[in-house]
Protein backbone atom coordinates (compact mmCIF):
# COMPACT_ATOMS: atom_id res chain seq x y z
CA UNK A 1 0.00 0.00 0.00
CA UNK A 2 2.60 2.54 1.04
CA UNK A 3 4.80 1.38 -2.33
CA UNK A 4 1.80 2.11 -4.79
CA UNK A 5 0.74 5.70 -2.44
CA UNK A 6 4.44 6.67 -2.98
CA UNK A 7 4.09 6.13 -6.81
CA UNK A 8 1.10 7.61 -7.36
CA UNK A 9 2.49 11.00 -6.02
CA UNK A 10 5.56 10.76 -8.05
CA UNK A 11 3.60 10.14 -11.38
CA UNK A 12 0.93 12.75 -10.88
CA UNK A 13 4.04 15.22 -10.21
CA UNK A 14 5.67 13.66 -12.93
CA UNK A 15 3.25 15.38 -15.48
CA UNK A 16 4.61 18.55 -15.87
CA UNK A 17 7.76 20.09 -14.30
CA UNK A 18 5.28 22.59 -12.29
CA UNK A 19 2.49 20.13 -11.44
CA UNK A 20 1.34 19.91 -7.98
CA UNK A 21 -0.77 17.96 -5.40
CA UNK A 22 -2.98 21.49 -4.38
CA UNK A 23 -4.70 19.75 -1.42
CA UNK A 24 -3.98 15.92 -0.75
CA UNK A 25 -7.32 15.43 1.02
CA UNK A 26 -9.49 15.65 -2.21
CA UNK A 27 -6.43 14.00 -4.04
CA UNK A 28 -6.89 11.39 -1.40
CA UNK A 29 -10.17 10.47 -2.51
CA UNK A 30 -10.20 10.80 -5.92
CA UNK A 31 -7.21 8.21 -5.83
CA UNK A 32 -8.92 5.65 -3.40
CA UNK A 33 -5.95 6.10 -0.42
CA UNK A 34 -6.34 6.40 2.93
CA UNK A 35 -5.80 10.28 3.91
CA UNK A 36 -3.73 8.91 6.88
CA UNK A 37 -1.85 7.24 4.56
CA UNK A 38 -0.92 10.00 1.86
CA UNK A 39 0.09 11.82 4.41
CA UNK A 40 3.18 9.52 5.55
CA UNK A 41 3.98 8.60 2.67
CA UNK A 42 4.70 12.37 1.26
CA UNK A 43 6.56 12.77 5.17
CA UNK A 44 8.76 9.85 3.95
CA UNK A 45 9.59 11.18 -0.04
CA UNK A 46 9.82 15.16 1.61
CA UNK A 47 12.96 13.22 4.42
CA UNK A 48 14.39 12.44 0.52
CA UNK A 49 14.12 15.54 -1.20
CA UNK A 50 11.72 13.66 -3.94
CA UNK A 51 9.08 16.56 -2.69
CA UNK A 52 8.12 19.42 -0.65
CA UNK A 53 5.18 19.68 1.34
CA UNK A 54 3.56 23.14 2.78
CA UNK A 55 0.47 22.15 5.69
CA UNK A 56 -2.77 23.58 5.06
CA UNK A 57 -5.82 23.92 7.42
CA UNK A 58 -8.94 23.99 6.68
CA UNK A 59 -11.78 24.60 9.02
CA UNK A 60 -15.49 23.67 8.18
CA UNK A 61 -18.74 23.07 9.86
CA UNK A 62 -20.28 19.45 10.46
CA UNK A 63 -23.92 18.74 11.20
CA UNK A 64 -24.97 16.79 14.52
CA UNK A 65 -27.80 14.38 14.22
CA UNK A 66 -30.15 16.51 15.45
CA UNK A 67 -29.63 19.15 12.85
CA UNK A 68 -29.77 16.54 9.99
CA UNK A 69 -32.80 15.44 11.42
CA UNK A 70 -34.16 19.00 11.26
CA UNK A 71 -33.35 19.33 7.27
CA UNK A 72 -34.52 15.59 6.31
CA UNK A 73 -38.09 17.11 8.53
CA UNK A 74 -37.72 20.59 6.28
CA UNK A 75 -39.05 21.68 10.20
CA UNK A 76 -37.49 22.55 13.07
CA UNK A 77 -39.04 22.29 16.43
CA UNK A 78 -39.98 25.50 17.27
CA UNK A 79 -41.68 25.64 14.02
CA UNK A 80 -43.48 22.31 14.50
CA UNK A 81 -44.58 23.48 17.90
CA UNK A 82 -46.15 26.75 16.75
CA UNK A 83 -47.81 25.23 13.74
CA UNK A 84 -49.49 22.69 16.29
CA UNK A 85 -50.86 25.79 18.53
CA UNK A 86 -52.15 27.81 15.55
CA UNK A 87 -53.87 25.14 14.48
CA UNK A 88 -55.53 24.47 17.49
CA UNK A 89 -55.94 28.14 18.55
CA UNK A 90 -55.40 26.87 21.92
CA UNK A 91 -53.43 23.73 23.47
CA UNK A 92 -52.99 22.44 26.89
CA UNK A 93 -48.91 20.99 27.51
CA UNK A 94 -49.96 17.37 27.71
CA UNK A 95 -52.21 17.96 24.22
CA UNK A 96 -48.98 19.42 22.47
CA UNK A 97 -46.78 16.70 23.64
CA UNK A 98 -48.78 14.21 22.33
CA UNK A 99 -49.29 16.01 18.82
CA UNK A 100 -45.63 16.58 18.40
CA UNK A 101 -44.07 14.22 20.75
CA UNK A 102 -42.40 14.64 24.13
CA UNK A 103 -38.43 15.89 22.85
CA UNK A 104 -39.92 18.26 20.56
CA UNK A 105 -42.42 19.88 22.70
CA UNK A 106 -39.57 19.94 25.42
CA UNK A 107 -36.99 21.92 22.73
CA UNK A 108 -39.60 23.84 20.94
CA UNK A 109 -41.95 25.08 23.92
CA UNK A 110 -39.00 26.95 25.12
CA UNK A 111 -37.18 28.39 22.13
CA UNK A 112 -41.18 29.55 20.70
CA UNK A 113 -41.62 31.65 24.23
CA UNK A 114 -38.03 32.78 23.67
CA UNK A 115 -38.77 34.01 20.28
CA UNK A 116 -42.31 35.59 21.40
CA UNK A 117 -44.41 32.89 18.99
CA UNK A 118 -46.42 31.37 21.69
CA UNK A 119 -47.98 32.52 25.76
CA UNK A 120 -49.51 30.98 28.47
CA UNK A 121 -53.11 32.07 28.84
CA UNK A 122 -53.55 33.30 32.82
CA UNK A 123 -56.86 31.63 32.79
CA UNK A 124 -57.14 28.50 31.26
CA UNK A 125 -52.97 28.04 31.78
CA UNK A 126 -53.59 26.83 28.10
CA UNK A 127 -50.82 27.51 25.16
CA UNK A 128 -52.03 30.49 22.50
CA UNK A 129 -50.22 32.20 19.69
CA UNK A 130 -48.82 35.19 19.88
CA UNK A 131 -47.58 36.56 17.09
CA UNK A 132 -49.41 36.41 13.48
CA UNK A 133 -48.43 33.00 11.69
CA UNK A 134 -47.34 34.91 8.49
CA UNK A 135 -44.60 36.93 9.87
CA UNK A 136 -43.17 33.61 11.91
CA UNK A 137 -39.88 32.17 9.73
CA UNK A 138 -37.71 28.39 10.40
CA UNK A 139 -34.92 30.67 10.32
CA UNK A 140 -33.03 27.54 12.11
CA UNK A 141 -33.92 25.81 8.89
CA UNK A 142 -33.00 28.27 6.15
CA UNK A 143 -29.96 28.73 8.34
CA UNK A 144 -28.63 24.86 8.18
CA UNK A 145 -29.76 25.14 4.84
CA UNK A 146 -27.33 27.88 3.60
CA UNK A 147 -24.84 25.95 5.18
CA UNK A 148 -25.32 22.85 3.54
CA UNK A 149 -25.53 25.30 0.14
CA UNK A 150 -21.98 26.68 1.08
CA UNK A 151 -20.55 23.19 1.83
CA UNK A 152 -20.35 23.59 5.20
CA UNK A 153 -17.60 26.31 4.51
CA UNK A 154 -16.49 28.72 8.25
CA UNK A 155 -18.01 31.76 6.02
CA UNK A 156 -21.38 30.59 5.21
CA UNK A 157 -22.33 32.01 7.62
CA UNK A 158 -22.21 34.95 10.28
CA UNK A 159 -20.66 34.48 13.23
CA UNK A 160 -23.85 35.09 15.33
CA UNK A 161 -25.66 32.15 13.60
CA UNK A 162 -22.67 29.83 13.65
CA UNK A 163 -22.39 31.00 17.96
CA UNK A 164 -26.65 30.08 17.83
CA UNK A 165 -26.10 27.02 16.37
CA UNK A 166 -23.04 26.19 17.91
CA UNK A 167 -25.34 26.99 21.35
CA UNK A 168 -27.86 24.65 20.38
CA UNK A 169 -25.40 21.96 19.73
CA UNK A 170 -26.78 21.50 15.69
CA UNK A 171 -23.32 22.38 14.58
CA UNK A 172 -19.67 21.96 14.98
CA UNK A 173 -16.87 23.59 13.75
CA UNK A 174 -13.98 21.31 12.60
CA UNK A 175 -10.33 21.69 11.58
CA UNK A 176 -9.16 19.56 8.66
CA UNK A 177 -5.32 18.87 7.97
CA UNK A 178 -3.90 18.78 4.90
CA UNK A 179 -0.67 19.62 2.67
CA UNK A 180 0.15 21.12 -0.56
CA UNK A 181 2.81 19.34 -2.76
CA UNK A 182 5.22 19.95 -5.15
CA UNK A 183 8.69 18.63 -6.94
CA UNK A 184 11.20 18.68 -4.00
CA UNK A 185 15.23 19.42 -5.01
CA UNK A 186 16.19 16.05 -5.58
CA UNK A 187 12.89 14.39 -7.30
CA UNK A 188 12.62 11.66 -9.63
CA UNK A 189 9.79 9.44 -11.08
CA UNK A 190 10.61 6.26 -9.12
CA UNK A 191 12.02 6.48 -5.81
CA UNK A 192 15.56 4.93 -5.27
CA UNK A 193 15.81 4.00 -1.68
CA UNK A 194 18.81 5.16 0.13
CA UNK A 195 20.74 2.29 2.13
CA UNK A 196 20.59 3.02 6.58
CA UNK A 197 23.55 0.55 7.27
CA UNK A 198 26.85 -0.62 5.75
CA UNK A 199 26.76 -4.31 5.79
CA UNK A 200 28.92 -7.47 5.62
CA UNK A 201 27.82 -8.55 2.73
CA UNK A 202 27.74 -5.21 0.70
CA UNK A 203 31.86 -5.08 2.10
CA UNK A 204 32.11 -8.73 0.61
CA UNK A 205 30.99 -7.48 -3.03
CA UNK A 206 32.60 -3.92 -3.17
CA UNK A 207 28.51 -2.73 -3.45
CA UNK A 208 29.24 -0.12 -0.78
CA UNK A 209 31.13 1.50 -3.68
CA UNK A 210 27.95 2.50 -5.48
CA UNK A 211 25.50 2.24 -2.85
CA UNK A 212 24.04 5.59 -2.15
CA UNK A 213 23.30 6.17 2.18
CA UNK A 214 21.20 8.14 4.11
CA UNK A 215 22.89 11.00 5.77
CA UNK A 216 23.79 10.63 9.65
CA UNK A 217 21.59 13.22 11.78
CA UNK A 218 24.03 13.59 14.50
CA UNK A 219 21.50 16.06 16.14
CA UNK A 220 18.50 13.05 16.96
CA UNK A 221 18.39 11.69 20.21
CA UNK A 222 19.31 8.02 20.43
CA UNK A 223 17.10 5.70 22.35
CA UNK A 224 16.52 6.15 25.75
CA UNK A 225 18.71 3.77 27.83
CA UNK A 226 16.99 1.48 30.40
CA UNK A 227 19.68 1.04 33.39
CA UNK A 228 18.80 -0.35 36.63
CA UNK A 229 16.50 0.40 39.52
CA UNK A 230 17.58 -0.47 43.24
CA UNK A 231 14.85 -2.60 44.78
CA UNK A 232 13.00 -1.18 48.09
CA UNK A 233 14.89 -3.57 49.89
CA UNK A 234 18.19 -2.27 48.95
CA UNK A 235 17.11 1.16 49.56
CA UNK A 236 16.41 0.75 52.91
CA UNK A 237 18.89 -1.46 53.72
CA UNK A 238 21.75 1.08 51.85
CA UNK A 239 19.46 3.65 54.57
CA UNK A 240 20.11 1.16 57.91
CA UNK A 241 23.54 0.56 56.83
CA UNK A 242 24.63 4.95 56.65
CA UNK A 243 22.87 5.24 60.04
CA UNK A 244 24.69 2.33 61.45
CA UNK A 245 28.56 3.30 59.70
CA UNK A 246 27.37 6.57 61.53
CA UNK A 247 27.02 5.45 65.09
CA UNK A 248 31.02 3.65 64.59
CA UNK A 249 29.59 0.46 63.69
CA UNK A 250 31.87 -1.71 61.21
CA UNK A 251 30.33 -4.46 59.07
CA UNK A 252 30.85 -7.84 59.14
CA UNK A 253 31.61 -10.05 55.86
CA UNK A 254 28.61 -12.01 55.27
CA UNK A 255 28.91 -12.79 52.07
CA UNK A 256 28.98 -16.61 52.68
CA UNK A 257 25.83 -18.45 52.72
CA UNK A 258 26.10 -22.04 54.22
CA UNK A 259 27.70 -22.69 57.36
CA UNK A 260 28.35 -25.28 59.62
CA UNK A 261 26.10 -26.19 62.27
CA UNK A 262 29.44 -25.73 64.51
CA UNK A 263 28.93 -21.84 63.80
CA UNK A 264 25.33 -21.38 63.25
CA UNK A 265 24.13 -23.18 66.51
CA UNK A 266 26.96 -24.66 68.77
CA UNK A 267 29.03 -21.70 69.21
CA UNK A 268 26.35 -20.00 70.17
CA UNK A 269 26.04 -22.62 73.22
CA UNK A 270 22.35 -23.80 71.23
CA UNK A 271 21.90 -27.65 71.78
CA UNK A 272 22.01 -29.97 69.46
CA UNK A 273 18.90 -31.59 70.89
CA UNK A 274 17.51 -27.92 70.03
CA UNK A 275 13.89 -28.28 68.14
CA UNK A 276 15.30 -25.40 65.56
CA UNK A 277 18.34 -27.86 64.66
CA UNK A 278 15.51 -30.17 62.87
CA UNK A 279 14.88 -30.58 59.08
CA UNK A 280 11.45 -28.67 59.39
CA UNK A 281 13.55 -25.77 60.81
CA UNK A 282 16.04 -25.57 59.19
CA UNK A 283 17.50 -25.92 55.30
CA UNK A 284 20.42 -28.57 55.50
CA UNK A 285 22.83 -29.11 52.12
CA UNK A 286 22.83 -32.52 50.60
CA UNK A 287 26.23 -32.10 48.97
CA UNK A 288 28.84 -31.01 50.52
CA UNK A 289 26.72 -32.42 53.31
CA UNK A 290 29.66 -31.64 56.19
CA UNK A 291 32.25 -28.83 56.53
CA UNK A 292 36.01 -29.96 55.98
CA UNK A 293 37.07 -27.94 59.41
CA UNK A 294 36.74 -25.72 62.49
CA UNK A 295 39.13 -24.50 65.00
CA UNK A 296 39.85 -27.58 66.91
CA UNK A 297 40.66 -26.06 69.90
CA UNK A 298 37.97 -23.85 70.08
CA UNK A 299 35.82 -26.71 69.29
CA UNK A 300 36.88 -28.78 72.37
CA UNK A 301 36.35 -26.13 74.33
CA UNK A 302 32.76 -25.24 73.00
CA UNK A 303 32.26 -28.96 73.08
CA UNK A 304 33.12 -29.20 76.81
CA UNK A 305 30.93 -25.93 77.80
CA UNK A 306 27.73 -28.49 76.26
CA UNK A 307 28.47 -31.48 77.60
CA UNK A 308 29.96 -30.47 81.62
CA UNK A 309 29.71 -26.64 81.97
CA UNK A 310 32.08 -23.91 82.92
CA UNK A 311 31.75 -19.95 84.28
CA UNK A 312 29.15 -20.96 86.19
CA UNK A 313 27.10 -23.23 84.04
CA UNK A 314 26.52 -26.92 84.49
CA UNK A 315 26.09 -27.43 80.60
CA UNK A 316 23.67 -29.73 78.83
CA UNK A 317 24.72 -32.51 80.06
CA UNK A 318 24.99 -34.94 76.57
CA UNK A 319 27.03 -36.08 74.53
CA UNK A 320 28.40 -33.74 72.00
CA UNK A 321 28.81 -35.16 68.65
CA UNK A 322 31.04 -34.05 65.90
CA UNK A 323 29.20 -35.09 63.19
CA UNK A 324 26.13 -33.23 64.12
CA UNK A 325 28.66 -29.94 64.59
CA UNK A 326 29.73 -29.88 61.17
CA UNK A 327 26.36 -30.64 59.32
CA UNK A 328 26.35 -27.76 56.40
CA UNK A 329 23.16 -25.56 56.46
CA UNK A 330 21.62 -22.66 54.69
CA UNK A 331 22.24 -19.76 57.78
CA UNK A 332 18.98 -19.40 59.67
CA UNK A 333 20.60 -15.94 61.57
CA UNK A 334 23.19 -13.58 60.50
CA UNK A 335 24.56 -14.53 64.11
CA UNK A 336 26.72 -17.30 62.77
CA UNK A 337 28.93 -14.62 60.95
CA UNK A 338 28.74 -13.19 64.37
CA UNK A 339 30.34 -15.57 66.55
CA UNK A 340 33.16 -15.84 63.94
CA UNK A 341 33.82 -12.66 64.45
CA UNK A 342 33.70 -12.90 67.99
CA UNK A 343 36.25 -15.33 68.12
CA UNK A 344 38.39 -13.34 65.97
CA UNK A 345 38.18 -10.61 68.34
CA UNK A 346 39.30 -12.56 71.28
CA UNK A 347 42.21 -14.01 69.27
CA UNK A 348 43.33 -11.26 67.74
CA UNK A 349 47.45 -10.27 67.64
CA UNK A 350 47.50 -7.95 70.34
CA UNK A 351 44.77 -8.86 72.52
CA UNK A 352 40.66 -8.15 72.83
CA UNK A 353 39.83 -4.91 71.86
CA UNK A 354 36.92 -3.13 72.10
CA UNK A 355 34.53 -3.20 68.79
CA UNK A 356 31.39 -2.58 67.35
CA UNK A 357 29.81 -4.80 64.65
CA UNK A 358 26.63 -5.00 62.07
CA UNK A 359 25.47 -7.22 59.45
CA UNK A 360 22.56 -6.72 57.13
CA UNK A 361 21.92 -9.96 54.54
CA UNK A 362 20.02 -13.25 53.96
CA UNK A 363 19.18 -15.52 56.33
CA UNK A 364 17.03 -19.28 55.53
CA UNK A 365 14.53 -20.67 57.61
CA UNK A 366 12.23 -23.84 56.47
CA UNK A 367 8.44 -22.00 57.10
CA UNK A 368 5.25 -22.11 56.11
CA UNK A 369 5.03 -19.40 53.54
CA UNK A 370 2.33 -16.77 54.02
CA UNK A 371 1.66 -13.21 53.62
CA UNK A 372 4.63 -12.12 56.28
CA UNK A 373 7.15 -15.00 55.87
CA UNK A 374 8.76 -15.95 53.42
CA UNK A 375 11.66 -19.04 53.28
CA UNK A 376 14.26 -16.55 53.30
CA UNK A 377 14.37 -12.99 54.39
CA UNK A 378 17.15 -10.13 55.36
CA UNK A 379 17.97 -9.80 59.18
CA UNK A 380 19.80 -6.51 60.84
CA UNK A 381 22.17 -7.25 63.15
CA UNK A 382 24.47 -5.19 65.46
CA UNK A 383 26.45 -5.92 68.42
CA UNK A 384 28.92 -4.15 71.01
CA UNK A 385 31.96 -6.08 72.61
CA UNK A 386 33.46 -4.01 75.68
CA UNK A 387 34.54 -4.16 79.06
CA UNK A 388 31.03 -4.22 81.85
CA UNK A 389 28.65 -3.50 79.60
CA UNK A 390 25.37 -3.34 81.07
CA UNK A 391 21.46 -3.75 79.97
CA UNK A 392 20.92 0.13 80.16
CA UNK A 393 24.11 0.01 77.65
CA UNK A 394 21.82 -2.23 75.60
CA UNK A 395 18.70 -0.19 75.97
CA UNK A 396 20.48 3.00 75.25
CA UNK A 397 22.18 1.53 71.89
CA UNK A 398 19.03 0.33 70.77
CA UNK A 399 17.05 3.47 71.56
CA UNK A 400 19.56 5.51 69.68
CA UNK A 401 19.61 3.35 66.44
CA UNK A 402 15.66 3.01 66.47
CA UNK A 403 15.42 7.38 66.76
CA UNK A 404 17.48 7.33 63.76
CA UNK A 405 14.93 5.57 61.78
CA UNK A 406 12.47 7.40 63.57
CA UNK A 407 11.27 5.33 65.93
CA UNK A 408 10.51 7.33 69.39
CA UNK A 409 8.37 5.20 71.75
CA UNK A 410 9.61 1.33 72.59
CA UNK A 411 8.63 -0.71 75.12
CA UNK A 412 11.04 -3.93 76.48
CA UNK A 413 9.16 -7.08 77.64
CA UNK A 414 11.60 -9.89 78.81
CA UNK A 415 11.72 -13.39 76.44
CA UNK A 416 13.76 -15.92 76.39
CA UNK A 417 16.85 -17.14 73.77
CA UNK A 418 19.14 -19.36 73.40
CA UNK A 419 21.94 -17.66 73.86
CA UNK A 420 21.57 -14.76 75.57
CA UNK A 421 20.49 -13.82 79.46
CA UNK A 422 19.34 -11.48 80.03
CA UNK A 423 16.72 -11.48 76.71
CA UNK A 424 14.10 -8.77 75.27
CA UNK A 425 11.43 -8.23 72.23
CA UNK A 426 11.66 -4.89 71.25
CA UNK A 427 8.01 -3.73 70.53
CA UNK A 428 7.39 0.08 68.70
CA UNK A 429 4.60 1.91 68.55
CA UNK A 430 2.86 1.78 65.03
CA UNK A 431 1.10 5.57 64.43
CA UNK A 432 -1.06 4.16 61.46
CA UNK A 433 -2.28 0.64 63.46
CA UNK A 434 -2.15 2.69 66.73
CA UNK A 435 -0.65 -0.14 68.15
CA UNK A 436 2.32 -1.73 69.90
CA UNK A 437 3.99 -3.90 67.52
CA UNK A 438 6.94 -6.09 67.93
CA UNK A 439 10.01 -4.95 65.82
CA UNK A 440 12.92 -7.02 67.40
CA UNK A 441 14.90 -9.10 69.21
CA UNK A 442 17.87 -8.32 71.95
CA UNK A 443 19.96 -9.30 74.81
CA UNK A 444 23.71 -10.31 76.40
CA UNK A 445 25.50 -12.76 75.12
CA UNK A 446 25.80 -15.50 77.86
CA UNK A 447 29.17 -16.51 79.31
CA UNK A 448 28.66 -20.08 77.97
CA UNK A 449 29.14 -18.67 74.22
CA UNK A 450 31.79 -16.04 75.36
CA UNK A 451 34.22 -17.73 77.37
CA UNK A 452 35.47 -20.46 75.00
CA UNK A 453 36.22 -17.85 72.22
CA UNK A 454 38.93 -16.98 74.75
CA UNK A 455 37.66 -13.49 75.62
CA UNK A 456 38.23 -11.88 79.20
CA UNK A 457 36.28 -12.42 81.98
CA UNK A 458 34.72 -9.03 82.13
CA UNK A 459 33.74 -8.43 78.51
CA UNK A 460 30.15 -8.12 77.56
CA UNK A 461 28.54 -8.24 74.10
CA UNK A 462 25.32 -6.97 73.84
CA UNK A 463 23.18 -7.33 70.47
CA UNK A 464 20.03 -6.48 69.12
CA UNK A 465 18.01 -7.47 65.78
CA UNK A 466 15.06 -7.41 63.10
CA UNK A 467 14.23 -8.42 59.92
CA UNK A 468 14.62 -5.61 57.05
CA UNK A 469 11.32 -6.59 55.06
CA UNK A 470 8.83 -5.43 58.13
CA UNK A 471 10.58 -2.23 58.27
CA UNK A 472 10.44 -1.72 54.37
CA UNK A 473 6.83 -3.12 54.02
CA UNK A 474 5.64 0.13 56.22
CA UNK A 475 7.45 2.44 54.73
CA UNK A 476 6.13 1.85 51.22
CA UNK A 477 3.00 0.53 52.43
CA UNK A 478 2.91 -3.04 51.42
CA UNK A 479 0.77 -5.44 52.68
CA UNK A 480 1.87 -8.65 51.36
CA UNK A 481 5.51 -9.28 51.80
CA UNK A 482 5.23 -11.69 48.04
CA UNK A 483 4.60 -8.21 46.80
CA UNK A 484 7.90 -7.16 47.97
CA UNK A 485 10.04 -10.47 47.67
CA UNK A 486 10.45 -13.20 44.99
CA UNK A 487 9.22 -13.65 41.69
CA UNK A 488 5.81 -12.09 41.62
CA UNK A 489 7.06 -8.57 42.36
CA UNK A 490 5.79 -5.86 40.13
CA UNK A 491 8.83 -4.67 38.19
CA UNK A 492 6.84 -1.40 38.03
CA UNK A 493 6.64 -0.72 41.69
CA UNK A 494 10.61 -1.12 41.90
CA UNK A 495 11.20 1.01 39.06
CA UNK A 496 9.11 3.81 40.49
CA UNK A 497 9.56 3.28 44.41
CA UNK A 498 10.88 6.81 46.01
CA UNK A 499 13.96 6.89 47.20
CA UNK A 500 14.01 5.61 51.20
CA UNK A 501 14.66 8.33 53.99
CA UNK A 502 13.69 8.05 57.79
CA UNK A 503 12.68 11.07 59.71
CA UNK A 504 15.97 10.89 62.45
CA UNK A 505 14.20 12.14 65.79
CA UNK A 506 18.40 12.05 67.60
Not at 256 to 278: M, T
Amino acid sequence: MADACENAVLTHLSQFPDAVISDTFPWSKENGFDHGAVVGCIKSLEVDGYVVAESLSTSFYTLSDEAEGILANGISQEMAVFNAIVAAGSISEPDLIAAVGKDIAKIGMGKCMQNKWIQKDKETKSLVPAAVAGDVKDEVVEQLQALKEGKFAEDAISSEVSKALKKRKLINLTTRKSMKVARGPSYAPVRKRKAADLTKEMLETGAWQTTEFKPYNFQAFGEKVGGGYLHPLLKVRAEFRKILLEMGFAEMPTNKWVESSFWNFDSLFQPQSHPARDAHDTFFIKEPASTVSVPEDYYERVKTMHEVGGSGSIGYRYDFKREEAFKNLLRTHTTAVSSQMLYKLANQEGGFKPARYFSIDRVFRNETMDATHLCEFHQVEGLVADYDLSLGDLIGTIETFFKKIGITKLRFKPAFNPYTEPSMEIFGYHPDLKKWTEIGNSGMFRPEMLAPMGLPENVRVIAWGLSLERPTMIKYRIKNIRELFGHKVDMGRTRTAPVCRFDSQA
